[in-house]
């Protein structure tokens, strides 16, 4: 008999596995399960490279306790195939009330896949530490006024869907994390990303000319003076694809 897990999630990849993530993780399903997984729990994590067109089976929907939608270099509102197949699903996913946590593109394309709008910030590119400022109270906030999160993009939300709500936000952008119900979370920070992990991207996004030396610069020094709270991050999300948040239908002052 094959072995029965209590919780079965899968990892919609948007993003090719870096050499370096490779060489020093074995490729970013590993980065996300350490992260989000817990190694207490039975669990079964499965992985579709919906970057290269390869999803789940429409059928194997119901078999999922939730799915995680990861970083990408490519932006959300493209209308390349893949991402528009990623909507649907999500569109999908989003009527069949399963868990979906949306990280930094991942947060963008579940943004628009369920009637928001996302486009690139004025601001610019948001590397580093960044200071998320926690919208509101319950007793899953209440002693987290706020957390710093390492950041990597240039996209943002602009507008939310209808349903949504704001639960973070920060002084460069205005939709840090968002929610809908308890089934639809989406992060624009990185919980799962180490110091190393960032401090690779930039380099690749110095040799590929996307940022400024000055920008990188900046962000290694903020790296180096502030520690990002991705413990506790990473307990948050934990605790949303687990179903701990069904307790508190919603988010009030």
Known sequence: MGIEYKRRYALLLAARDSEYVKKMYGGYFNVFVAAYGDEE??????????????????DDLPSYDGFIVSGSPYDAYGDDNWIL??????????SMQKKVLGICFGHQVLCRALGGKVGKSDSGWDIGPRKVNIVNSCSLFETL?????????????LELPIGA??????????VEM??????????????EYSKDIL???????????????????????????????????QEICKAFLKGLWNEYPSIEQ
Request: charged residues 30%.
């Open 145 to 157: 006024p706020a957390l710093t999160i390492i950041e990597c993009h240039q996209d943002e939300v």
């Open 85 to 94: 197949e990623l909507c649907f699903l999500l569109q999908t996913l989003d």
């Open 165 to 174: 709500e704001v639960i973070g936000f920060s002084d460069k952008t205005g």
């Open 41 to 58: 729990e039975e669990e079964r994590w499965d992985m579709y490279r919906v970057v290269d067109g390869e999803f789940p089976d429409m």
């Open 178 to 191: 968002f929610r809908i119900g308890n089934h639809i979370l989406g992060v624009q920070g990185h919980p």
């Open 199 to 233: 401090n690779n991207l930039i380099d690749r996004l110095l040799s590929q000319d996307s940022i400024e030396i000055d920008q990188a610069n900046e962000a290694r020094s903020k790296l180096e003076i502030q520690e990002p709270n991705s413990q506790c991050w």
